[in-house]
Structures are given as C-alpha cells and as structure tokens.
C-alpha cells in the first residue's frame, strides 16, 4: 500500500487560494467592517486582497483563518491538512513539504488548534459510553520527567449510535490525577469529564455507562480507541509529554469523528478559526471554551464480571 503523501495531490496556489475562500467565505465574501458582499481583487507582491466596493476597507485572504500572517504559501499548508488524515510528525513534515522543523511544528499546532476549538464546540450527548486509564509516556523519552507526571490520567468519552449501537462521536480528555487516583470503575471519578465535555441539557443524556478495555466479549470499541491512540503515541512521536498530550489526543479523535471528510473538515475549520501564536501555544494559555455540566443525570454501572 502507498504511503499517504504519495498519494497526496499536487495542489496548486490559485486553487488552494479559490478552496480557502469557500472555507472562509461560504456565503460569498462579506467585508469584515460593513459586511459588505461587493469587492476588488487587488493582487499583491505575495498575497491577495480583496477590497469592499463599499468601504474600501482592505482584507487578506488569511486574515481571520487559522492560516493569519503566514509567510508559508498555501500549497504547503495544504499539504499539511492533507497530512493531517494520517497524523505526522514535524520531523517528518518538514521534509515533504520543504520548511524548517520549526515552521512545521506550528503548522500542526495550529491545526490542531482548529481541532480543538471544534471538538471543545460540539460536547458529547446520548448514549454515553466512559473509560479511564492512565497514558504512560514510554520510559525512554518521560525518564527524566518527575514520576507524578508521568502517568496522565484520562477519560475516554462517547457517544453511541441508538441504531447500530457504534460509536458516534468520541472525546478523549486528559482530567485531574487527584480525582482519578481513587477508582476506575466508581463514576465519581469521571465529575471532571462529565462537567467539560458532556452537554449541560439533562433532557439531551439518555445514559452513562462505564467501561473496562476488554470485557467477556473481549476488547471494548472503548479499549481499542484507547489502544489505538496509545500506539499511534508511541510509533509517530515516541510518546508524548503532558504539556501537548491534550492537542495530539483531540487529533487522534477528530481522524474518528470526522472520519473520510477529514480533510474537508478541517479545510473548513481553518477558514473559521482565529489563529493562535506561538507564545499561545507554548503558554497552553487556554482559549478554547467547555461546557458546564450540572447532572443529575442517573448512572448506569455496567456489570463488570
Ligand atoms: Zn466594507
């Protein structure tokens, strides 16, 4: 089988240019000042701009999007949200698509960013389905990590098809080590998850049930994510530390939830999402919004045997 950058389009500037206008724009353009739907071209040495007929405010084509105040050419980015469908490194992201490690490293942050403002927007409802482990960094690269670090605690989170009885949306979220530290399987220890990620509407949860990895039935939909995103971890980044794990997590679940319109998905969100710089990134300064959750909602144990 090829490799997905093998398969990956030649993308050209004045197509990827007409794609992020629809991403941005789906309504046609609207002046960010009189929201104005007239305008001009006005090409410029390295981007375009469009200009309201009516106010003559001037506007990028970037401004706004996930993509602000880029000096990499769309192509590239492109490129990067094309290889987002299969999740790679920066190393490795740097070399097909020509920048510095650097520059590489913030294209996936900023995507993900996209991801994550997107997956804090949409809280989980339903069915619910819980589990809980620990991710532990694998010992080569976390040795020098404190030990109380080193296991992150986290839940996943989701919620099932009623038809087919399938996952149909999944969260996994990193959650505090104290609350977690008590049982896996006691549904006190999911507050934190429950509060931020599941909608706050009581009449929107039907049930929440809490599962082991592998059961009488052998290894949960639950179990697999979990083992899933664990070896995805470990091949393509030799595991993660706790400052980023939150972003790759919501990576690895927004390839699930968005399944073959990954990258249309994500196209999309780059052209809604305000950038996030460097320093936010780095500050983990946290800018994206979750639910409150209040339940009272009754709790179904599954009968663990
Ligand atoms: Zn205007």
Redesign the pocket.
Known sequence: MRSIYEQMPAFQEDACEIALFKAKWPDGFR?P??E?TAYYHITSRRNRLYE?R??H?QTSLTAGTIMEGTRTPLVKWFSALYLMQKGISAKLLAEIIQVTYKTAWLINHKLRHAIQVWDESKPLKGELRLYGDFYARPAMSGVFDPPDQRDQPAVVGASIDPESGEVAEVKIKRVPHAQFRRRLYDVESYGTFLWRHVTDVQSEIQSIEIVRQSDSEGVTELGLIWRGVIGWLARTFGGIGPKHLQAYLDEFCYRINAGTSAFATLLNLCGITRTVTLRGLVNKRRAVRSVRWTGKTSFRQQKVS
């Open positions: 002046c000042r009189c104005g309201c009516v106010c405010h």
